[in-house]
Each structure stands twice: as C-alpha cells, then as structure tokens.
C-alpha cells in the first residue's frame, strides 16, 4: 500500500473509501466453425467486494465495459505488426477508463476514489498491456 502522506495529499474527504479496480479482459472465439471470428470483452469490477460474493455469476458484480478491437493487422509488415497492434488496444482502453479518470478530476466530491489495483489476463495479453514482446 501507498504511504499515508501520499493518499493524505490526494484530498481524500473523511469517510472517503480507496477503491481498489479490478479489470480483465479474455480473447474468445466466437464460433467452433470459423476460428476467424473473435471478440475481445474487457470487465471492470471493484476490490472492496469479497472474492467469495465476486466469484458468483449470480452476483453480477462484474460489469461489461466494452469491446476491444480484434484486428489481424495484415497491412503491416510483419515486423511492425505487433507495434501496431499496442496502439489500438491502449487506446481503446483508454476510452473506455475515461469516464473513470474524469470522475476524479473534474474536482466532484467524491466518497470513492477508485484505484487501479489489478489487470487479470493471460500471458499474451499481459504482454500487451505492458507494451512487452513476447517470447
């Protein structure tokens, strides 16, 4: 955890509770048939919900926030493939968490202060969220 002094000079109204934000993303397949068709959802859940209540599909705490794009790149060259593929992913990404990032500094009276905490995904995605190659 972040020392005290730092959270102290985020501003942090008393009763405000630290959100930890959890996200994932999981490519899939959409149909057996044609292994070309993919979707990439990407899920946002909160940290303060206990993981045995988290875990349940019943509890519908883990919401949809959108889609991210699934592209063969096939106009680039091979080597600048994977290049061009961060880009688009960081920035969709990063239009998906903007209304996440504005709550926070548009200067509302927040009670939540929501945090990234966590980005659950497999190796190639991780790979790709840290902008690393992958071996």
């Given at each position: ?24 993303s ?17 899920h ?92």
């Amino acid at each position: 955890m972040i020392l005290l002094s730092w959270w102290w000079n985020k501003n942090i109204l008393e009763g405000g509770v630290v959100t930890p934000v959890i996200l994932s993303s999981d490519k899939m397949n959409l149909s057996q048939f044609s292994r070309d068709k993919k979707a990439w959802p990407a899920h946002l859940t909160i940290g303060n919900i206990s993981k045995d209540v988290r875990q349940q599909v019943s509890a519908h705490v883990t919401l949809l926030i959108g889609y991210l794009p699934v592209s063969k790149l096939e106009c680039f060259h091979k080597k600048s493939q994977l290049l061009a593929g961060y880009h688009p992913f960081h920035h969709v990404m990063s239009l998906l968490l903007h209304p996440l990032v504005d709550a926070g500094c548009q200067g509302r009276e927040m009670i939540f202060h929501p945090t990234l905490a966590m980005y659950i995904a497999d190796f190639p995605e991780q790979c790709l969220v840290a902008c690393n190659k992958e071996s």
